[in-house]
């Protein structure tokens, strides 16, 4: 998927899990095959699992984003009513595999997709449960680190001239470049709530048509108050992403820049992820869609 991408076999993943972490010996280990993006995981029994990053980057830096994302998880795990990942160690690089990587907790369920619940209104308001706990935290003087989505709206425009560029023989891009130059005219939000960031189906486990769990839980931070609202675009139809909206009681300002925030990431997965996720691929394309659906509400 990607250029740097580094390769982890199930081999040496094992050597690695029983030789740092050797309460995990005799458990059998096992490589998923996922639409993540980030991370090669790698299920350690029944009730864990490991996470290595998949992109190469500078091994200290790796360290403290590890540590930080482990940090970021716990206190996640604490406020979510809905189970997710508690890390329980960073393990070392080693001649196998050049960078750090975590092991966590395993949370049972089935990745969400863009239609497999879109039509529950149970579903969209266990996401209105989640948004709103986490929500609830106290931002304790942090503000927003400025990585990723959840800032200002026009920091994203060179990358998404990019994805308009890549996206010519894919997508309607005319008319979604006049949907990103209203868009992004909207004015930030005066405050900042703690936030996920990344509420997209693959990281939201579901059991039938409830949320069960939910994964990738180490960028939790402050951000935009409209970025998790992502989750509504990504995963209901119109119907239940009323029933989103009106059980938030958000505001015109705050849906359409959720709205906004669903765009600049849709955008990005559609061409990148053409050829080597199609799952995810995919996801861009439904998003947009919805999006395009209500075109005349959000410009």
Not at 68 to 74: L, V, Y
Not at 257 to 285: C, D, H
Request: aromatic content about 10%; charged content about 20%; hydrophobic content about 40%.
């Amino acid at each position: 998927m990607h250029s740097d991408q580094i390769a982890i076999k199930v081999t040496h993943a094992s050597d690695l899990i029983y030789d740092q972490f050797p309460q995990f010996r005799g458990e059998k280990i096992v490589a998923l095959d996922t639409a993540g993006t980030v991370n090669a995981i790698f299920r350690i029994g029944s009730k864990y699992a490991a996470r290595f990053p998949l992109q190469m980057m500078d091994p200290v830096e790796c360290t403290k984003l590890l540590e930080a994302e482990a940090k970021a998880s716990a206190e996640f795990n604490e406020c979510c009513p809905f189970s997710s990942p508690n890390p329980i160690g960073v393990g070392r690089q080693s001649s196998a595999y050049p960078l750090p990587w975590l092991v966590q907790t395993w949370i049972e369920g089935h990745p969400a997709t863009p239609n497999g619940q879109s039509s529950s209104s149970a579903f969209a308001l266990d996401l209105v449960r989640l948004i709103t706990s986490l929500r609830a935290v106290e931002l304790n003087g942090r503000t927003f680190d400025g990585q990723g989505r959840g800032g200002n709206l026009p920091d994203h425009d060179n990358w998404m001239e990019v994805c308009f560029s890549r996206s010519q023989h894919l997508l309607d891009v005319e008319r979604l470049r006049r949907m990103w130059a209203s868009l992004r005219e909207l004015r930030s939000p005066k405050y900042e709530v703690m936030s996920h960031k990344v509420l997209i189906p693959a990281n939201l486990l579901v059991r039938g048509e409830r949320l069960v769990g939910v994964l990738d839980t180490g960028g939790f931070g402050p951000a935009d108050p409209s970025l998790d609202l992502v989750a509504g675009w990504h995963l209901s139809d119109r119907e239940n992403r009323a029933i989103f909206r009106e059980a938030l009681q958000i505001d015109d300002l705050e849906w359409r820049r959720g709205a906004a925030w669903a765009f600049l990431q849709a955008m990005g997965l559609v061409w990148y992820y053409k050829e080597t996720n199609p799952i995810m691929s995919g996801l861009g394309r439904s998003t947009i869609s919805r999006l395009l659906e209500d075109h005349y509400d959000l410009v």
